[in-house]
């Protein structure tokens, strides 16, 4: 299954869920539902956001030329490939989204980070 077709299904199913929940709730207050939709497709959105991270080239650094990958911030020097971490970041919705990712390491500076993109 592609991406664009799982998102519609699992749109799909969230609008379903929501739709019950909505039937089951009908005295809810506007801020409730509200909220009830957020974290319904905080879901949905952190799939998306992990997903399309996750087809960065920067995902193995260790593959790409030197002059493509990512810079030090502090020389400006191309960044050596030190290995994949896993990373775990927080959304605006207070989700966590998890990546497995190059960390990058300048020798200049002798400093080891994860590239911003």
Not at 21 to 32: C, D, L, V
Not at 44 to 66: F, N
Not at 78 to 107: D, F, M, W
Request: glycine share 4%; aromatic share 6%.
């Amino acid at each position: 299954m592609n991406k664009r077709t799982k998102w519609q299904e699992m749109f799909r199913k969230t609008s379903n869920e929501i739709s019950e929940w909505r039937e089951e709730h009908a005295q809810a207050s506007f801020t409730k539902i509200e909220n009830v939709v957020d974290e319904k497709l905080a879901r949905i959105r952190v799939c998306m956001i992990q997903e399309l991270a996750m087809e960065s080239e920067l995902t193995d650094i260790k593959r790409l030329r030197p002059e493509k990958r990512p810079k030090c911030v502090g020389c400006g020097r191309p960044l050596a490939a030190n290995g994949k971490q896993k990373r775990q970041l927080i959304t605006t919705h207070e989700q966590i989204v998890e990546l497995e990712r190059s960390k990058g390491y300048c020798r200049h500076c002798r400093v080891s980070f994860f590239p911003p993109r």
